[in-house]
């Protein structure tokens, strides 16, 4: 396997450290959403000069990177990895210094699940069944993560900016109010900080609203549709596991119902480092409805997974360890539409010195989200600083 420092070049690296440029007049910069898209941000702007204060609604930064590391499991409770060769995650992880922890996938071959029995996928099938997009030519590659999960590069973010960035967890703003020609950012805490611009690096639906109540205008982001997934990683002793689980995993074709499952990696045979000695590790992909999101527990979606496996493995053991996890609304649709109004809804906030940064507005995927957060970085230096001008109604 190519190794990880030939994936990405040192030259991307040195572009990405040159992206932002330290400013004469620093700024006051108000970053609404704590996950890797925000982060990005706040890095850049910090090594800009600027004053930054971030505000997370949750209890952890990251947002859909999450890795819990137990027993000698590597388990991704969000995004298992990145496409292989993504460049802007690469020049990245240069960067911060841990581009020697990328791994690549190991295992390549994919099945197909008919209702009866598995079939070989075609290379890049998988995915594409799956609506996932790779960087062009790369999809027979696979995907790449770090040695500790995904969760290394948030930690490594984290690091960088912990002196010199505000960060406020478990602070959800709840209002934007003007103040003069700045900003004032109001938390659930009641916390209250002036800035010059804000990015916001949330879901479609909560900036649209935030900005309904803030403004008062209408801008159409809250009329974005999204799709929501629970997640069910089961650990086992490779001896109560009575196939051979070669592969990366498999997909259920369309025309299957199986309990809403849409797809199972085998985690510790897809990347290396996964699971223990002599112990396996499978997640699960179920697309819930409204009602199962709300009120299943996490023992009907732990059985739901067993029977799952039972039916297309052959699989009847109890799993050594579960975990169980829900994403609302955690990948955006968008569509042409969607796309249309996020960009005039962009013109009229630039003017006002509000930008827009994530997967929710510029695509899917973790190297979508660093992209977007490289892009809003960058145009902070060119946005006006008027907070009271006026807001067009975008449709």
């Known amino acids: 396997m190519t190794s990880a420092m030939s994936m990405f070049s040192q030259e991307e690296s040195t572009r990405a450290r040159r992206q932002t440029k330290p400013q004469r007049s620093p700024r006051r910069v108000g970053i609404v959403g704590g ?12 090594l800009a000069g600027d004053e930054v204060t971030l505000f997370e609604a949750n209890g952890r930064l990251g947002g859909q990177l999450w890795t819990d590391v137990r027993n000698g499991f590597v388990v991704e409770r969000g995004a ?3 496409a292989f060769g993504s460049e802007g995650i690469g020049a990245l992880a240069g960067e911060l210094g841990v581009t020697e922890r990328i791994v690549g996938q190991r295992a390549h071959l994919s099945y197909g699940f008919d209702g009866r029995s598995l079939g070989v996928l075609e290379a890049g099938e998988a995915p594409a069944r799956l609506g996932l997009r790779a960087p062009h030519g790369r999809r027979a590659q696979g995907i790449a993560s770090f040695r500790g999960g995904m969760g290394e590069l948030v930690r490594a973010l984290a690091a960088r900016i912990r002196d010199r960035v505000t960060v406020r967890v478990n602070d959800p703003i709840w209002q934007i109010l003007p103040s003069g020609s700045a900003w004032e950012l109001v938390a659930g805490s009641l916390t209250r900080v ?3 611009s804000i990015v916001l690096a ?3 639906r909560f900036a649209g609203d935030l ?11 809250e009329q974005a549709t999204a799709l929501s997934t629970v997640t069910v990683s089961l650990a086992y002793a490779r001896s109560s596991v009575g196939v051979e689980l070669g592969g990366s995993g498999f997909v259920v074709l369309e025309s299957v119902s199986l309990d809403g499952c849409r797809a199972c ?3 510790s045979s897809k990347l290396p480092d996964r699971a223990p000695e002599g112990h396996v590790l499978l997640r699960l992909f179920f697309r819930p ?14 059985r739901r997974g067993r029977e799952v496996l039972r039916r297309v493995l052959g699989m009847g053991d109890d799993p050594e360890q579960a975990w169980v996890d829900r994403w609302p609304e955690a990948m955006a649709v968008l569509d042409a539409g969607q796309r249309q109004r996020v960009a005039a809804v962009e013109r009229t906030l630039a003017r006002r010195g509000i930008l827009l940064a994530g997967g929710a507005f510029h695509g899917p995927g973790i190297e979508g989200a660093v992209r977007s957060g490289e892009a809003a970085a960058v145009a902070l230096d060119t946005v006006t600083h008027a907070a009271g001008a006026r807001c067009v109604r975008t449709k």
């Open 35 to 46: 996950g890797i898209a925000g982060l990005v941000v706040a890095y850049r702007r910090m």
């Open 80 to 82: 298992e990895g990145f």
């Open 194 to 196: 002036r800035v010059d």
């Open 202 to 204: 949330t879901g479609a």
């Open 211 to 221: 900005l309904r109540r803030s403004i008062g205008q209408s801008t159409g982001l």
């Open 265 to 267: 990696t085998f985690s």
């Open 289 to 302: 409805s409204p009602a199962e999101l709300e009120t299943m527990a996490d023992a009907g979606w732990i």
